[in-house]
Structures are given as structure tokens and as C-alpha cells.
């Protein structure tokens, strides 16, 4: 009796997972494979960033982030032919990492620069401002950095940080309209005495 229960109970979840299996497969989204690649709906091989640069620049309590996304000729064209579920996807995922840390967007748009090969995601970012500070843990953290143990240099009014993410060369530049001060993950202004 225990031999027959056990046999049932095993079918059954076997049943489960190569059903759940094929849904997943099924499903029209973007995935992203390690190594910073993307994998689109219809596509068998994932299509690989060259280089992030991304710039963020303060104005008023608003912060406006942009990710300039370099690809390879043959990759950026299959991307191109998927404009609508690449922009969908950018956009889904980065709201969804904003939200995680209890911050706000507006302004969302992804352009397509076919003579850059490149991506380009812009997005006010709402919420970062807490009194008389900048909290960039939303920004950070999903990177894996920190300004003072990732080495940001500090140039008066800019931080500035070149290096690797995910096997992708990524620049990174956050400007501010005054001399700044930084802890691991904030900035503020800095005090003249």
C-alpha cells in the first residue's frame, strides 16, 4: 500500500513540473541569461551587451537616469526586430528594481540608435531624495557597488566609476549642480565652513 501511495505521489509531481516546465518555455518574455545577455521571445541565442554607460544627473529632487546600451551589429538588429518586447522588458524590469527599494518613476522611454548600435534607457527616478541627502541603494545594490568600496572617484561635483558588471564594461557618471560629499551609498551637499 505504501509502495502503490508512493508511486502516485511521484507521477503526480512529476506531472507538475514538466507541465510548469512547459508554460515557462512558452511564455513571451525576455530573459536574461548570465553574462549580461538578453533572450527574447523566438530567439535560441542570447544576445550579449558590449558596454553600459550610464549617466545620472541631479536636478532639483528629481534624479534623471539614462543607460546608453552598446550591441554588437547582428545582435542590435535581432533586437531591433523585437522593439516593442525589448522596450516592455527594460521598462517592467527597471520599475520592478525601483519598486523593490520604495522609489518612484516617471518619464520612461527606451529609443533605439541605429547608427550607435545602441539602446537607450531614460527614466526620472522619484524618491531618491530623503532630507538633505541622496539614497542610491536602489541603484547600487542591484550593481553590486558601493562609492567608497567599489573606488568611485570623486571630481567636485561628479562621481565616476569604470570597471566590470556581469562580464559587461559599464561607465558610470552621477553629476550634481554642487560640490558633493559620499557615503557608501548617499550623497549630499557639501558643507563650506
Not at 538588429?77 to 520592478?96: P, T
Not at 547608427?115 to 530623503?130: E, H, W
Not at 558588471?165 to 560640490?179: A, D, E, L
Amino acid at each position: 500500500m505504501n509502495k502503490k501511495r508512493f508511486l502516485l505521489i511521484t507521477g503526480i509531481a512529476i506531472l507538475v513540473i514538466l507541465t510548469s516546465c512547459h508554460r515557462t518555455q512558452s511564455k513571451k518574455s525576455a530573459v536574461k541569461p548570465k553574462g549580461g545577455g538578453v533572450l527574447l521571445s523566438g530567439e535560441v541565442e542570447p544576445i550579449f551587451l558590449l558596454k553600459n554607460v550610464i549617466d545620472i544627473k541631479a536636478k532639483g529632487n528629481i534624479l534623471h537616469y539614462q543607460r546608453e546600451s552598446f550591441w554588437k551589429r547582428k545582435d542590435f538588429s535581432r533586437l531591433s526586430k523585437l522593439k516593442e518586447e525589448y522596450r516592455a522588458n527594460e521598462i517592467n524590469s527597471f520599475r520592478k528594481s525601483l519598486r523593490k527599494y520604495k522609489k518612484g518613476d516617471d518619464n520612461f522611454i527606451v529609443k533605439f540608435n541605429k547608427s550607435g548600435k545602441a539602446t537607450i534607457l531614460l527614466c526620472d527616478v522619484i524618491g531618491a531624495k530623503q532630507g538633505d541627502w541622496f539614497n542610491f541603494d536602489w541603484f547600487l545594490e542591484p550593481l553590486g557597488l558601493d562609492f567608497i568600496d567599489s573606488y568611485f572617484k570623486s571630481k567636485g561635483r561628479e562621481l565616476y566609476w569604470e570597471g566590470e558588471i556581469k562580464g559587461v564594461k559599464t561607465t558610470i557618471s552621477i553629476k550634481f549642480p554642487f560640490p558633493i560629499n559620499i557615503c557608501h551609498k548617499h550623497i549630499w551637499p557639501k558643507q563650506e565652513w
